[in-house]
């Protein structure tokens, strides 16, 4: 069935970097934009990138935007988020989700389960 | 960025009808792009709920139902049933900010 799974979350001290890795499965990886979308304990859902199907064009919001990095390996059918520079706000649990379309600003129609970050000194 | 605003909280009797609201701007819903709305259990990832402001994915029982005017959007739950009980988002693109947003979440709750 289709399917996401992340992995690569953990404890880390704010400054310190992280990759986050997402196993797809189920789907032909290579014809879906990919997201990462977080959520803080008990706050509300926030985007933070997304990538092309080819991996050549990526987008971040202000948030992240110079400190973590989207790529993804069609070749293995995985998506990876390289974070740097953390902060104790990057706390969160972040989800892998696929894009459902090729239209613009399409829905997500599939998420990962999700892996927690904690940045905390 | 948080610039889709949603009600914190609905709540009504089961069978019952109720309605979240989702107001944007003219950068995101009122420049054109669509609407999508979420529901997440608790302790779960989020589920697709609603996609292009009205449609229903596979699967989706037709008590949800969404619509767009505007600015805005709304999601309704008719039949209210105690599994609905869930936090709900819905989520667009804005022109500005050049990002996918968020709303900022409603709890539903099921008396």
């Known amino acids: 069935q289709v399917q996401l799974v992340e992995s690569g979350g953990g404890v880390v001290q704010p400054g310190e970097s992280l990759r986050l890795s997402c196993a797809a499965s189920?789907?032909?990886?290579?014809?879906?934009?990919m997201h990462w979308v977080r959520q803080a304990p008990g706050k509300g859902l926030e985007w933070v990138a997304i990538?092309?199907?080819?991996?050549?064009?990526?987008y971040y919001p202000d948030s992240v935007k110079g400190r973590f990095s989207i790529s993804r390996d069609n070749s293995k059918d995985t998506l990876y988020l390289q974070m740097s520079s953390l902060r104790p706000e990057d706390t969160a649990v972040y989800f892998c989700?696929?894009?459902?379309?090729?239209?613009?600003?399409?829905?997500?129609?599939?998420w990962g389960q999700g892996t927690m970050v904690t940045v905390s000194s | 960025q948080l610039v889709l605003t949603q009600p914190p909280s609905v709540s009504g009797a089961p069978g019952q009808r109720v309605t979240i609201s989702c107001t944007g701007s003219?950068?995101?819903?009122?420049?054109?792009?669509?609407v999508h709305w979420y529901q997440q259990l608790p302790g779960t990832a989020p589920k697709l709920l609603i996609y292009?402001?009205?449609n229903r994915p596979s699967g989706v029982p037709d008590r949800f139902s969404g619509s767009k005017s505007g600015t805005s959007a709304s999601l309704a739950i008719s039949g209210l049933q105690a599994e609905d009980e869930a936090d709900y988002y819905c989520q667009s693109f804005d022109d500005s900010l050049r990002c996918y947003v968020f709303g900022t979440g409603t709890k539903v709750t099921v008396l």
């Open positions: 189920g789907f032909i990886f290579s014809t879906h934009a």
């Open positions: 989700a696929r894009e459902k379309t090729t239209k613009r600003a399409d829905a997500i129609d599939i």
């Open positions: 292009g402001n009205s």
């Open positions: 990538i092309s199907r080819d991996g050549s064009i990526s």
């Open positions: 003219s950068s995101n819903i009122g420049a054109g792009f669509d």
